[in-house]
């Protein structure tokens, strides 16, 4: 028992000297970088959250397709009208071609991520260039479509997956930092349901899992979700639509490729999530 307090006080010690360095390591960045990054340019930007006064958010579910949740989760979102965005796994586009049709016909948007879901720390620019084109390909022969959408896996931002993306002249989308359901986690369907429901802002992007071992909660929790977006007057539409009620160029939540305090933010960011997350 005393062992265990004791390597849970470490542990804290150990996160909490981690934030405090890396904080003020980042703050120590931007103030010597000040005046040198630019939000305004989305033609380069991560898209996170839209700017938008329209009650509008996107609903994007990842790592699919699947045989057993994806068709549940179609039919849930036409029950409610909602479109949504699937960023899609390559190998499994060539497996489920019926689900990526079922998904494009029934009006939702296809995204990539990547062929096999790579690990993105192995991987060079070209490998990663390859794991897109074969996910594009695979796409298109099956809805005559590319898309235009690119969500690294995890959302890991870095050079070569920056470069990848460009060169293939996709844009990277992630999603709004307070709407990460952790869906995968299988954190409990009502705290999914809240997660969505207390936090929802107009231009939000949600992320869920139509593939993964926590599903079967993302499920039970859009029977709540859906409707209670549409009690709040939301309307759920594609990434490309959200778009289109952007009211200015200066997305709070993008930040520009190229900019060095940019990248550092967001994987600082995904390091602090790991570091929370894991158990050190
Ligand atoms: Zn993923």
């Not at 980042?26 to 939000?39: H, K």
């Not at 990526?100 to 991520?113: A, C, F, Q």
């Not at 959302?155 to 920056?162: D, E, F, I, R």
């Amino acid at each position: 028992m005393k062992k265990e307090i004791g390597e849970g006080i470490f542990k804290l010690v150990l996160r909490c000297l981690f934030l405090a360095f890396g904080t003020l390591h980042l703050a120590a960045w931007c103030a010597a970088s000040a005046g040198t990054t630019t939000f305004h340019d989305n033609s380069e930007a991560i898209i996170g959250r839209v700017s938008t006064d329209e009650k509008v958010v996107a609903l994007t579910f990842d790592d699919g397709p699947g045989t057993k949740y994806t068709p549940r989760i179609l039919d849930l979102l036409s029950q409610y009208q909602a479109k949504a965005t699937f960023f899609v796994v390559g190998w499994r586009v060539e497996n489920y071609p019926d689900l990526i049709l079922r998904e494009d016909s029934d009006g939702h948007e296809l995204g990539n991520h990547t062929f096999t879901h790579f690990n993105y720390r192995k991987m060079s620019t070209e490998q990663l260039i390859e794991e897109i084109n074969k996910t594009q390909e695979a796409i298109f022969r099956v809805t005559g479509k590319r898309p235009i959408f690119f969500r690294p896996p995890g959302g890991y931002l870095s050079t070569s997956v920056k470069a990848a993306a460009m060169k293939e002249h996709l844009r990277i989308v992630n999603w709004s930092w307070d709407q990460e359901t952790r869906d995968w986690s299988k954190p409990g369907v009502q705290n999914i349901v809240n997660k969505v429901l207390k936090n929802v802002h107009p231009g939000d992007i949600i992320l869920f899992h139509d593939q993964s071992r926590g599903t079967f909660q993302t499920v039970q929790a859009l029977k709540e979700i859906l409707p209670g977006l549409m009690e709040k007057g939301y309307r759920c539409v594609t990434v490309s639509e959200l778009l289109t009620y952007e009211k200015n160029r200066q997305n709070r939540s993008d930040m520009k490729w190229g900019t060095i305090d940019g990248e550092r933010t967001m994987n600082y960011l995904v390091v602090v999530r790991l570091l929370f997350r894991s158990n050190l």
